[in-house]
């Protein structure tokens, strides 16, 4: 049981807790560069919200089967595994992350083993267009997606330590870039959908008309049908995120520039560029464009409460008097817009 108890995340976590609360330190993570967590809580909930209603669907595909319907057993073997995957998901999803207290840094993968490392002994942080690595020498000790919150912190305190953070993402950020970084991660999640049920269907197909060309066709017809609906709805995904260019297209309007040429100038690649005059952030769901020549007057971080969640964001005026609304997300990217700004007129 020992052995089990071990890739437990939960335990982990609380360990660590429970060592901070009798050394008299916050009981929190996410607030300093001193303690924080990286994880991918998020996406938790949307999986067990899906597992859920897969496993709604078996259970009502389990009773019509008992009740004499004929195509109840392939809906149950279809659904049964899809709920399963989910499942997993979900509780891959939750174990991933990366704790921070003090120098002691403990990354937990997704089959919820965890390794313990120093922080102060990290070389290295490589970015990708998608994940974020950390090596000691040659040797990668951790890798996190870079969706996952407070990796804010993360790079704060790897500044602070001089550890190099160096991105590997080769690709010039541009207007198409930006959209398609803030719809990626819903079109990995239907690419890995249609790969699962695929697999589910081929064998399906067979055992029910035996390796024949009506198999193969049927096969064949699955497959169009479902990568015509993965690009239909990409692109109006697509097209529904690129809202968030308004503000780039007002920029542009306003100061007599070219978004593109200004960021192949600077060397802007990836998903977010920070400096002096530009700050550009693409995550899931959301485009945040920033020009500091642009901003008149900054009013600030203002939340909007509801029921159930705070969604945050950044308002200004711009320098032709209109006020303008940035984020609507997590407050760690409306905090992170704030410290750009504050950071210069401090100065």
């Not at 390794?115 to 950390?134: A, G, S």
Request: charged share 20%.
């Amino acid at each position: 049981m020992s052995a089990l108890s071990n890739i437990i995340t939960m335990q982990v976590i609380d360990k660590l807790r429970r060592k901070n609360i009798a050394n008299g330190k916050r009981k929190s993570y996410g607030y300093t560069t001193e303690q924080f967590e990286c994880s991918g809580d998020g996406y938790t909930g949307v999986f067990v919200i899906f597992s859920v209603i897969f496993a709604l669907i078996t259970v009502i595909a389990v009773i019509s089967f008992f009740m004499g319907g004929e195509d109840a057993g392939v809906a149950i073997y279809f659904f049964g595994v899809v709920t399963v995957l989910t499942i997993f998901a979900s509780w891959a999803s939750a174990h991933q992350r990366l704790i921070v207290d003090g120098n002691e840094a403990t990354y937990v993968n997704v089959w919820g083993m965890k390794l313990h490392f120093q922080l102060t002994d990290v070389t290295q942080c490589l970015t990708t267009e998608q994940f974020l690595r950390l090596y000691i020498g040659n040797r990668k000790v951790a890798t996190l997606d870079k969706d996952m919150y407070g990796l804010t912190f993360l790079k704060a305190r790897c500044k602070e330590a001089g550890i190099l953070w160096r991105n590997k993402s080769g690709r010039s950020i541009n207007k198409f870039t930006l959209v398609w970084h803030a719809t990626r991660t819903i079109a990995w999640i239907f690419i890995w959908t249609i790969v699962g049920i695929t697999a589910l269907v081929i064998p399906v197909s067979i055992s029910s008309r035996g390796v024949t060309v009506d198999a193969f066709v049927f096969i064949i017809e699955i497959e169009l049908l479902m990568a015509t609906f993965f690009f239909g709805f990409v692109a109006l995904m697509m097209l529904f995120f690129a809202i968030g260019l308004k503000e780039v297209n007002s920029i542009e309007r306003a100061l007599g520039l070219s978004f593109r040429e200004e960021m192949a100038r600077r060397g802007a690649t990836g998903r977010e560029f920070q400096d002096e005059q530009w700050f550009v952030e693409s995550v899931p769901g959301k485009i945040a464009v920033l020009n500091r020549r642009f901003i008149k007057t900054w009013h600030g971080i203002k939340a909007e409460r509801t029921s159930e969640t705070s969604l945050y964001h950044v308002e200004f005026t711009d320098i032709n008097g209109k006020r303008h609304k940035i984020g609507g997300h997590y407050k760690e990217h409306a905090d992170k817009m704030c410290r750009w700004y504050l950071k210069r007129e401090s100065k």
